[in-house]
């Protein structure tokens, strides 16, 4: 059964077709990767599978349940219980700090927070040292990563990434791109990136162009190392 499954999407924004016709499966356990220009539509394609943007036509189905028959307090529940993002120009308390931003959902709902797992995850992406700097302090770079640990510190089932490494230089990028490889086990992925790096990690690949999709079909899954 697949995690995420699109069916005959289609999307139209003033007029403009965005998305036609898409249909894509996302199995669980696998990397599946999104090629496309800026503006081909990779952003609307997340936003949609990740239930914060619905298509005009066609079905979105999570884990074998469609969304259009859920309340909108059943579609937030799921959200944040099933659900990790990664988008740019992410939300920040600004002047709280990292590990405030990292934990607040935990702070809040006074859930057990994973010390051990966040404490990997900041010396994994080397944000230690930085844990008590407040976000308004960060670069553009040191935000990306609290970005992506916040996006997976409550190990979400299926992780949505938009272009996640963006800012981030040769070296932390390939860190990055390690640590995803190994979140195939436990998650499914959906990655928009225009770095054709990518694609020897996934499980399958796609390119977004003219508002509709197309398999990449000598993608195949290889261990990065």
Not at 109 to 130: A, D, G
Request: charged residues 25%; contains cysteine.
């Amino acid at each position: 059964m697949p995690s995420i499954e699109l069916k005959n999407i289609s999307l139209i924004f003033r007029g403009d077709i965005i998305l036609k016709d898409i249909s894509l499966n996302l199995l669980p356990h696998s990397i599946t990767s999104l090629f496309g220009s800026s503006g081909s539509g990779k952003t609307s394609l997340l936003r949609i599978a990740s239930t914060l943007l619905s298509p005009n036509h066609g079905e979105v189905v999570c884990q074998d349940e469609y969304i259009r028959e859920k309340t909108r307090k059943e579609i937030l529940s799921m959200r944040s219980k099933i659900f990790g993002f990664f988008f740019p120009e992410p939300i920040f308390l600004e002047e709280l700090t990292v590990r405030e931003n990292i934990l607040i959902s935990f702070i809040l709902s006074k859930q057990t927070i994973p010390q051990q797992y966040y404490e990997q995850l900041l010396k994994t992406f080397e944000i230690t040292q930085l844990e008590s700097f407040v976000v308004s302090r960060l670069s553009s770079g040191q935000r990306e990563r609290v970005n992506f640990i916040r996006a997976i510190i409550h190990s979400p089932q299926i992780l949505i990434l938009d272009e996640p490494w963006a800012n981030l230089d040769d070296r932390m990028k390939k860190i990055l791109f390690d640590y995803i490889y190994t979140l195939r086990d436990r998650m499914t992925i959906l990655i928009a990136t225009h770095d054709s790096e990518l694609k020897k990690y996934s499980d399958s690949s796609y390119s977004l162009y003219d508002s509709t999709l197309h398999s990449l079909e000598d993608s195949r899954a290889q261990d990065p190392k």
